[in-house]
Structure formats: C-alpha cells, structure tokens
C-alpha cells in the first residue's frame, strides 16, 4: 500500500512539493551500537537492512562522510548481470542476481530493474569458442545464456557495424537474457528508507577519521561528530578502502583508479539490451530518458579525483562509432568518474580483517553495482556472525597470501569481461 495519500499527492502537487515527508530520518549518532558500517553507498545501506531483516541486529549506524549514494553507486552504468566464469564469483553473482529480480518487492520500492539481456560481441572464432566455454559454465551452475551466431546478432541488434570490411567483424555473441539495468539513486532510496524502518541510523556530513582501540582491538571510530563505540566496525567505502584500512595499520592489496562514464543527448528508442563490445572494452546502454549510458576501461593511474580526462572520451568515442558508425555524430552530454578500489585478482574481499573487531567489504573493481544486494546480505552474515557467508568464502584477503586467487580478469582476451 502507498504511503501516500490521493490528498497528500495533491497537496505537494498544488504546492511545488514542500510537503512531502523524510523517506529516512536525520538522527544524531548514539554514543555506541552494535554493529557500525562506514560507508552510505549501496553496499553499506544494503548491508544494514540486511542485518536488520536476517538477523535481527538493528542497534547500527551507517556513518556517511557526505550524502547517502554521493559515492560509486551514484557514478556508474548502472549494469546488472552474472555472467561471471570462475567457481566462487559464478556463484555469488548469480545470488545477487535472483535478490534483485525481487529487490522491489523486498523493499517496497521500485528500484526500476530492467531485464532487458546483456548481448556481447565476439569478432573472432576463438572468442567465439572462448564465449561457448563461458556458456556452458554458466548453464552448469543455473544460469541463462545462449551463443548467438551473426545473423541472430543482426536480428536481435540490427543497428551494429556488419560491414565485411570492418576492423573487427562481427561472429557472434554471448546472450543473457536476464541481464539488465535498474536505477541507481532508487537502489539508494530504497535500502535507506528500508533500513531506517527497521531502526538503522543513518548518519550523513559525519566523516571517520579515526579508529578507537581496546588494546589491539578496534572498538569504534573517532568522526567530525565526535567518537562512537561499536562491538564490531565494518567498512564499505568503495574507493577510499585503503585509505580507511591505512589507518587502522592495514596494508591492502588494494589501488585506487577512476572508471568514466558518459551520458548522450536523447535519442528515440533505439538500444533494446546492454550492449558489450567484444573488441575492446566499451558498453551502452539506452536510458528511460533517451540517453546512451556509455563506459569502458579505467584511466592508467592511481587517483582519487571523480573526473575524467581526455584520452578516455576518446578511447570511448572511438570504440562507440566502430561498433554503431549510426552514432558518430550524436553529442556527448556529460561525464563523470567513480574511484574504482581495484585487487590484483579484479575479484571482491568481503572478510573479517587481521585487527579484531575490523571487518572489510572492497575490493569491487568493475563488479560493485551489480552485486550491490548479495554483497550486503553476505557482509552482514559476517558481522553477525563473524564468519564468512559461504558466498563469499573465497573473497578473503587470505588468498592474496597463499595463491588462491579468483583470476576473472585473466580468464579471456579483453577486459569486458569484468
């Protein structure tokens, strides 16, 4: 039911919508909690909720140095799928995938998911091959997709290059039809408002800037607010990990780059799927307001600036106009960058830390979006617990030390993969 009512809609209507109520609320930070998560994004929100609604542990606080969904999870494509090869990422994401096909009904907020099939392109035989590999590995463990030869591509997604003469011709493609987009401000509004319902606080304009000890024990933090006591402290804090696990004596195997994104101006309804270009890393995809959502690869140097540059905005132009030349003379609009935490492996650490008292969800290379729920729901199986959800047995720092790393970025010839 809505919480809304026919006059409450008309009152804000008829009053330039000065009525409207706080979805969350603005609370002042206890001096203690149970369980705190820095970081307001997608994975700490999520992670509260989840710790409310699984496990019953609702004495938390999400401390947020700016506003909720200020970070990655309002700085990115927006993409959703698990299409993912090895044993252990396989798994995970495709968790995540079944919690958003029911996200909006789990929070009573639309959060706008559309399934509308990831198709990627493949411009040899062997990539060709190399996607049937992945296909078979995704069946095997429940998941859809389907090899599409060129003419089903043509069909599907008429509006590509299948010039003869094109650098990179078109074989085929790896469809999930499951795959998808959803919105992320929504994703935000929806875990917030979720977790606060449960009695969460969400402390926003609060920055941690330090930890408080017992010992060798962290047991709290120190913030522009003033200090707060917590049993266990969590963070999700997307690019700033090691910035954050510096200060607390940890040295992650963690660097910091940015990841662009671009936005066109509108076009008529043109891009049915997101489409992955095989030849290099690049994807769109078509926004409900007409825009194309354009990515690609990071820029080649650690940073921490949410701003683009220009060999980017080419390397993606270029990209856009080989795979769809009908393009080429669309304007872009506007660009950002999201700080990307990126390990060696390009696989996600969700794991209690060598500091008691310390746990740590990062790690998210090109992944954080798309896993937003599981990965809650898994950190908060952590908290609780203190041990790893099984989903997320293999993300721990541990595997960094003895080899057993999860080496999806090096599982095929191009980066889109992650």
Known sequence: MSRYSALS???????????????????????????????GGGHGLATAFYLAENHGIRNVAVIEKSY????????NTTIIRSNYLLDGNTQFYEFSMQLWEQLSRTLNFNVMFSQRGQIVTAHSADQLDAFSHRANVMRLNGIDADILSRDDVRRLVPYLNYSETARFPIHGAILQGRAGTARHDAVVWGYARAADAHGVDIIQNCEVTDFLWAGERITGVQTSQGPISAGRVGLAVAGHTSVLGHKAGLELPIESHVLQAFVTEPLKPLVDHV????????????????????????????????RGNPGIVRDIAEAAVALMPCISRVRLLRHWGGVMDMTPDASPIICPTPIDGLYLNGGWCYGGFKATPASGWCFAHTLATGRSHPLNAAFGLDRFRTG???DEAGVGPFAWLQ
């Open 68 to 75: 909720v969904g200020s970070g990655n999870v309002g700085r």
């Open 9 to 39: 809609l008309l009152r804000n209507a008829l009053s330039g919508h000065r009525h409207w109520p706080r979805a969350w609320r603005a609370p002042a930070p206890k001096p203690a909690y149970d369980i705190i998560i820095v970081g």
């Open 275 to 306: 489409v992955a270009y095989g030849a290099d890393h690049y994807y769109l995809s078509q926004s409900d307001k007409g825009g194309l959502v354009l990515g690609g690869s990071l820029d080649g140097y650690d940073s921490y600036a949410q």
């Open 404 to 406: 057993g790393t999860l």
